[in-house]
């Protein structure tokens, strides 16, 4: 199966997602491949045995949202002037989210723009994460404050790669296909009700899906600033999960869960979406193990923190909600005390 992404507004800017046994890949040029310690293990020799290049050479940093740092990046920068890169060498993100974004990031810097192509080896970075070009890195401020659209040359998924994946680490990217489903899709949100993801099947069908609505999206919208910005449901929330607990208590797509149900408690306060739909997508998250509770310490800080997300800007936070399952709303007036209400429900008493 082969996804296109073509943004509308760059018409040189073409590639495609492709759902398939990894093929050989041939590059007549310089060939980085930068990954973690713990897919190093796993998946690297699979990924070498498939490539033909000039050269190959291979940058290992540690494993875990942590790590995903300017000091990552500029240890990975290093490395790629000892390898001597130049201008048409080629990046290739062998991992997750956390290695994609943080490639990408580097092809941007790396004498102002080199290729670079994503093979994801999570579920969540096969949805979401590898497709739209959203590149960069985390720092005490917050989630992905410092970065770059920046687009791959092409993103290879292999679900075979899924096979060593922690169960943790797969329901974190359910998170991120339901995500789409409650934005975009009731028929797809019923289809994942019943759907198997153990069979390769269903599964290649879901991540299909997922990849298409997305394509859909950034092809409209590269940069975030109209419809794209509905991906981000959940995040808004999320993000702060994220923040307050270091990075290092929830994986991306738990803490995400987490703000779905949280973003939807809103949108029932709002009257945008029946408690039975809000309970629906509880119930579905549950069903493959995500969080859907987070105790807030502060009501006050927690709700200080919303202003550090990238889509907030004038001293109004933006919120997407659902409308429904299937539809959305973008928020950027929300009162105070309503808000402050919702996050009271989730706050130590």
Known sequence: MIVPIHLENQTAIKYDVIIDALPILTFNRKVAIVTNTTVSDLHLETLLSKIKASEIHVVTISDGEEYKTLETVEHILDNLFTFKLDRKSLLIALGGGVIGDMTGFTASLYQRGIGFIQVPTTLLSQVDASVGGKTGVNNKYGKNLIGAFYQPEAVYID???????????????????????VMFDR???????????????????????????????????????GIRAVLNYGH????VIE????YKQYLHGEAVAIGMVMANRLSVELGLMSEEESNLVTELLI?????????????????????????SANNKIKFILAKGIGGHMVCDDIDISLL??????FARL
């Open 243 to 246: 923040n307050e607990t270091n």
């Open 287 to 311: 069903k493959h193990q995500l969080p859907v509770y987070y105790e807030i310490q502060d009501v006050d800080i927690f709700y200080d923190k919303f202003f550090l997300d990238k889509k």
């Open 187 to 225: 028929d797809y949100f019923d289809f994942l009700q019943e759907a198997d993801f153990s069979d390769k099947i269903d599964l290649e069908k879901v991540i299909e899906r997922s990849v298409s609505l997305k394509a859909e999206v950034v092809n409209l919208d590269e940069k975030e600033a």
């Open 159 to 181: 679900t075979d790669f899924l096979k060593t994946l922690p169960r943790r680490e797969f329901s974190a990217g359910i998170a991120e296909i339901i995500k789409m489903a």
């Open 340 to 345: 402050k209400k919702v996050l009271l429900s």
């Open 236 to 239: 808004t929330f999320g993000h």
